[in-house]
């Protein structure tokens, strides 16, 4: 079960510190889009994730979009906000998270994946040797899809220990 468990559980993205990244030696930081940064589908970050992408760029962090999201939807968010992106990042494939690492000239062991789902941010960043921090999404994706797998998180999380 190590593979669907992230390191780290925390509330929204902007609950992330630097002081904390930097205490475990984390350079760079690797974020999901929908439902870690903002709502599912919303071109819009939620309120005060540009002031963390802000604080955290101006205590030294590298940051960059990594999204299974078309690359349309994930340059515009990208630029919205100003960070670098790898759209189309197959993961749980480590593929998307290997590119983002090389192309901010880190190792993985120096990058947190920072997302919402077990499956794809979580299993991925575990898959790639990265530090995983999980978030809460910000709301219910109402597709018959996402129910379901929600639903196979909860069970997974069961026989998680803390």
């Known amino acids: 079960m190590a593979l669907f468990k992230p390191d780290m559980r925390i509330g929204k993205i902007i609950d992330i510190t630097p002081e904390r990244m930097r205490s475990l030696g984390i350079k760079a930081l690797l974020l999901d889009i929908d439902n870690t940064m903002t709502t599912h589908n919303n071109p819009l ?5 540009q002031e963390w992408i802000d604080r955290m760029k101006s205590q030294g962090f590298l940051l960059m979009v990594v999204s299974n999201n078309n690359g349309q939807r994930v340059r515009k968010f990208s630029q919205l906000l100003g960070l670098e992106f ?3 990042a197959k993961k749980p494939l480590p593929v998307g998270f290997r590119r983002a690492c090389k192309r901010l000239g880190i190792q993985p062991k120096e990058a947190a994946v920072v997302g919402d789902q077990i499956f794809t941010d979580i299993m991925g960043g575990n898959l790639l040797g990265a530090y995983t921090v999980m978030t809460e999404v910000y709301e219910p994706e109402p597709m018959v899809f996402f129910k379901v797998k929600r639903a196979c998180e909860r069970f997974v999380m069961k026989f998680w220990k803390d």
């Open 45 to 49: 970050p939620a309120e005060g994730v």
């Open 86 to 88: 790898e759209g189309a």
